[in-house]
């Protein structure tokens, strides 16, 4: 947190927020449809 509040500019800090959040959805999603591949292939 140190970093983000003297290192970053708030853009660049929310730029950053916004990817994380993005990768960590398509991680979700990427894990939902192995389980839905999954459960079809039973």
Do not use: C, F, G, S
């Not at 853009?11 to 959805?25: F, G, I, R, S």
């Amino acid at each position: 947190m140190w970093e983000m509040k003297n290192v970053y500019t708030l853009d660049e800090a929310l730029k950053l927020d916004a990817l994380h959040q993005m990768n960590a959805d398509i991680e979700a999603a990427k894990i939902e449809e192995a389980k839905a591949d999954a459960d079809r292939r039973r």
